[in-house]
């Protein structure tokens, strides 16, 4: 039985311009220990597919509009606060992108990161600071006794990373969301982030949903890999599978338009036009405007996920009929 | 060096640091730009890379005259612009353009786009108020917007659209040389690669030279021919694109590629990655010697004493005593 089980989960903001489909019928499962990686563009409603099984929207003007997200017998999605209160932060626990806004500047390091300790484990404030401080050190904080009363603004971008990691982990969660936790840090920084997370994920044997928009972030870390445009998910399989045999045209083309894997001189390969615009109603695929090999039936049926291989399912109905 | 259009020479850019309110004194200096030579060519595009505060974007805004020197001068075509007045400056402005990284904040977003546009022509006299919708026209095809969303303000753009009108507003006074500052970083990456081919295709139709500023190593290396590699103010290694990311000498270079995330699983999961330990050392107080001995995992007594000269090795120039030690 998997950990997570999403089904055709819809989230949808009501908005004065109309109703945004953010998320339109979303479905996935997520394994004891697995890595998952989310891939997709902005917009394509990859972060607001965890923000959802967080209880994070913002209602109104977003709505869950169906779905079910089953977690050890309780629908996430349906969980009233105090269910939501155990689970969340305790049991599931995400880290965001920005570690400048999402650590609060007027606490001490300390505060922030014992809070769940004396919140879900009702331990004693001693005995939190020494679990915090054990924390600190297993995510590659030198000098933690002194750094631990430190506030936020004394330490680096890559630091305040390592001490949201270390707030999300010290209640040993089995799911750990990252929401781009990369993307705001240099490259020299980025890999040790993403060592971090690999190590901390060995230690605790948790699972993580890895949100990003950079193939090659992925394809070091992740386990399984989903591709989602315009508020669906394109195509998934194992990441090895996704990367020799990418079978949707998007992934096709979001794996051709990386600069490093085309020759220098050449003109880089780039995907024409723009995502849609998710508060029109939409006929047929949302890729294919852009898609070069979309034909007219493309445009009228909606596509729906079906398996290629076992493992591995894509949304293309070319691809589905055989004929690409 | 054949046609240099712009010059370095040894150029500082020091920012003091002032302690106080009554009695107010200076208690350090933050050495953003700390001796910088270099030269680019007409219709060159150089790549400039570095972590956040290697001071590339200090660099940029000392080029462009936004901030003042404190030290070397740079010359754009035989002109040197650091002991030039005001005036002076504001005579070859039209020659150097930048265009920077957040198409957000960098467009006002109180003007449409044909007053964003219009408004160099006008200021510098290059055509007459009648002429301006014409040739606001040639600009938005330029860049590849349609001329019928003249009258549109910036926030019914997308990310990439936007981009294109900042440059379509550097373009207008036909300058020779552009400043883009991590013109890409705020991008998507389908959309990267379209302002990519833009600025490539620009380059070589209208013969621009561009200094080209991001962190990401493989956007650098597709669009420039030459690139320079900065740590701590100063450039550490600076050659040919292709020479330097692909066989980077200076250990820097050589973590900062290594650091890059692979698209290939099979590649990315059992190559052997240089993880730097620690931050980049600050600005303010660094470390005597090589700026990048304690991170480098080569540095020995010597890299201590000394800051290293670039010398040339390889094809390229480096700044690194211990070069063919390790």
């Known amino acids: 039985?998997?950990?997570?089980?999403?089904?055709?989960?819809?989230?949808?903001?009501?908005?004065?311009?109309?109703?945004?489909?953010?998320?339109?019928?979303?479905?996935?499962?997520?394994?004891?220990?697995?890595?998952?990686?989310?891939?997709?563009?902005?917009?394509?409603?990859?972060?607001?597919?965890?923000?959802?099984?967080?209880?994070?929207?913002?209602?109104?003007?977003?709505?869950?509009?169906?779905?079910?997200?089953?977690?050890?017998?309780?629908?996430?999605?349906?969980?009233?606060?105090?269910?939501?209160?155990?689970?969340?932060?305790?049991?599931?626990?995400?880290?965001?992108?920005?570690?400048?806004?999402?650590?609060?500047?007027?606490?001490?390091?300390?505060?922030?990161?014992?809070?769940?300790?004396?919140?879900?484990?009702?331990?004693?404030?001693?005995?939190?600071?020494?679990?915090?401080?054990?924390?600190?050190?297993?995510?590659?904080?030198?000098?933690?006794?002194?750094?631990?009363?430190?506030?936020?603004?004394?330490?680096?971008?890559?630091?305040?990373?390592?001490?949201?990691?270390?707030?999300?982990?010290?209640?040993?969660?089995?799911?750990?969301?990252?929401?781009?936790?990369?993307?705001?840090?240099?490259?020299?920084?980025?890999?040790?982030?993403?060592?971090?997370?690999?190590?901390?994920?060995?230690?605790?044997?948790?699972?993580?949903?890895?949100?990003?928009?950079?193939?090659?972030?992925?394809?070091?870390?992740?386990?399984?890999?989903?591709?989602?445009?315009?508020?669906?998910?394109?195509?998934?399989?194992?990441?090895?599978?996704?990367?020799?045999?990418?079978?949707?045209?998007?992934?096709?083309?979001?794996?051709?338009?990386?600069?490093?894997?085309?020759?220098?001189?050449?003109?880089?390969?780039?995907?024409?036009?723009?995502?849609?615009?998710?508060?029109?109603p939409l006929a047929g695929c949302a890729f294919a405007a852009r898609c070069p090999q979309a034909a007219d039936r493309c445009r009228q049926e909606t596509p729906q996920l079906a398996p290629w291989k076992p493992g591995h399912q894509q949304a293309c109905l070319r691809v589905q009929a055989g004929e690409i | 060096m054949p046609d240099p259009i712009l010059e370095l020479q040894d150029v500082r850019t020091h920012f003091p640091i002032h302690e106080g309110f009554v009695i107010r004194r200076q208690t350090g200096t933050v050495k953003a730009v700390d001796g910088v030579t270099l030269s680019v060519r007409r219709?060159?595009?150089?790549?400039?890379?570095?972590?956040?505060?290697?001071?590339?974007?200090?660099?940029?805004?000392?080029?462009?005259?936004?901030?003042?020197?404190?030290?070397?001068?740079?010359?754009?075509?035989?002109?040197?612009?650091?002991?030039?007045?005001?005036?002076?400056?504001?005579?070859?402005?039209?020659?150097?353009?930048?265009?920077?990284?957040?198409p957000f904040a960098s467009l006002n977003p109180r003007m449409t786009v044909f007053a964003t546009l219009a408004e160099p022509l006008l200021v510098h006299g290059r055509c007459t108020a009648a002429e301006a919708t014409r040739e606001v026209a040639e600009l938005m095809q330029l860049v590849g917007l349609a001329p019928r969303f003249m009258q549109k303000y910036p926030h019914e753009f997308s990310g990439g659209q936007r981009q294109r009108i900042a440059i379509a507003r550097a373009l207008a006074l036909r300058p020779k040389v552009i400043i883009a500052d991590e013109p890409v970083s705020a991008l998507d990456v389908s959309i990267q690669a379209q302002i990519l081919n833009l600025l490539s295709q620009l380059t070589r139709k209208m013969n621009l030279s561009l200094v080209f500023i991001a962190h990401d190593l493989s956007v650098v290396k597709h669009i420039s021919d030459r690139v320079a590699v900065m740590y701590l103010g100063k450039i550490v290694e600076l050659g040919s694109a292709v020479e330097v990311i692909e066989h980077p000498q200076h250990p820097y270079t050589r973590a900062l590629v290594s650091a890059i995330p692979v698209p290939d699983p099979d590649i990315e999961r059992n190559r052997r990655r240089i993880v730097l330990p620690g931050d980049p050392p600050s600005p303010i107080n660094p470390p005597a010697g090589c700026a990048f001995h304690p991170r480098c995992p080569h540095a020995k007594e010597v890299c201590r004493g000394a800051v290293p000269p670039l010398v040339t090795h390889a094809g390229r120039e480096v700044a690194c005593v211990r070069l063919g030690e390790f």
């Open chain 1, 1 to 280: 039985m998997p950990l997570l089980s999403v089904k055709d989960l819809r989230t949808y903001f009501h908005t004065r311009n109309g109703i945004y489909r953010a998320v339109d019928g979303v479905s996935f499962d997520l394994d004891r220990g697995e890595t998952l990686g989310i891939v997709g563009e902005s917009g394509s409603g990859k972060s607001v597919t965890c923000y959802s099984l967080m209880g994070l929207i913002p209602q109104p003007p977003g709505r869950i509009e169906s779905g079910t997200a089953l977690f050890d017998g309780v629908d996430l999605l349906r969980a009233t606060p105090a269910q939501t209160r155990a689970i969340r932060g305790k049991r599931i626990a995400m880290i965001f992108q920005d570690p400048m806004t999402s650590l609060n500047p007027y606490l001490r390091i300390s505060e922030q990161l014992i809070e769940p300790l004396l919140i879900h484990e009702k331990l004693s404030k001693t005995e939190a600071m020494r679990r915090g401080l054990a924390m600190l050190e297993a995510v590659g904080i030198n000098d933690a006794a002194k750094r631990i009363r430190y506030y936020p603004h004394e330490f680096s971008g890559g630091m305040r990373q390592r001490v949201m990691i270390a707030m999300a982990l010290i209640t040993k969660p089995e799911i750990l969301i990252a929401d781009e936790p990369t993307t705001a840090l240099d490259v020299t920084v980025q890999a040790q982030i993403l060592e971090l997370i690999k190590k901390m994920q060995q230690e605790l044997g948790m699972a993580v949903i890895f949100i990003t928009h950079d193939l090659g972030v992925v394809s070091g870390l992740c386990d399984r890999v989903q591709v989602m445009y315009a508020g669906r998910i394109v195509e998934t399989s194992g990441t090895r599978e996704l990367f020799r045999e990418p079978r949707h045209p998007y992934t096709r083309a979001l794996q051709h338009s990386i600069p490093s894997l085309q020759a220098k001189g050449s003109e880089l390969f780039t995907i024409p036009g723009m995502p849609p615009d998710l508060s029109k």
């Open chain 2, 43 to 102: 219709g060159e595009v150089l790549g400039l890379v570095g972590e956040s505060g290697c001071g590339k974007s200090t660099l940029a805004r000392t080029i462009m005259q936004l901030v003042p020197t404190t030290g070397g001068t740079v010359i754009l075509e035989g002109k040197n612009l650091t002991a030039g007045s005001a005036a002076e400056i504001r005579n070859v402005r039209h020659d150097l353009q930048m265009v920077f990284q957040d």
